[in-house]
């Protein structure tokens, strides 16, 4: 009878601790995937911004095609910034994707020959979406757990490092 408790006590056990591991197991390919989840929307966001940023430069681009690129990057990056704010559980990082947006929708309006917004002015739209985006990337890489999460290069400190003749893509 005392065998039969004990072997009885050891199958609980293992049952129980194989139903432990592959709860552990499930939490941790959650995790995995909800990082990636946020990884995937905020490349997708940062993406359709350099679009506009692209088009607003102008490089390569005449006067309609630039219009209808800025616009068409907006609206994904729109759409990809509701993907973001799906994604994460930071409130920080909803609050610099929603600025970064806010600038990059500043610079369409500035293309399309409305004057800047008041917060537009100095800092201009698009050294404040540059900001932001720098902003958004250390609470993106907080939450996702990357070592130094501040060690952001941002475009206009790189540019700053050259000659202004050189600071061509």
């Known amino acids: 009878m005392r065998e039969a408790l004990f072997a009885l006590a ?7 601790g194989t139903l432990l ?18 990884r995937n929307a905020c490349v997708d966001f940062t993406a359709a911004l350099v679009r506009l ?21 907006h609206d994904e990056a729109r759409v990809q910034f509701e993907r973001l704010r799906l994604s994460t559980t930071s409130l920080q990082v909803q609050e610099e994707a929603r600025y970064a947006l806010r600038y990059g929708y500043g610079l369409l309006r500035q293309l399309e ?19 932001h985006l720098v902003r958004l990337f250390v609470e993106v890489r907080q ?3 990357v070592p ?22």
């Open 53 to 73: 940023r692209q088009a607003f430069w102008g490089r390569g681009y005449d006067a309609e095609g630039r219009r209808t690129t800025m616009r068409e990057a």
């Open 10 to 16: 050891g199958t609980a056990l293992g049952i129980v």
């Open 113 to 131: 020959g409305l004057p800047p917004r008041e917060d537009e002015v100095d800092p201009s739209a698009l050294d404040q979406l540059e900001d």
């Open 148 to 169: 130094r999460p501040h060690h952001v290069l941002s475009e206009r400190a790189f540019f700053e490092k050259i000659s202004p003749t050189a600071a061509v893509d």
């Open 21 to 38: 591991t592959d709860l552990w197991r499930a939490r941790k390919a959650d995790i995995r995937e909800r990082r990636e989840r946020l």
């Open 143 to 145: 939450e996702l757990g």
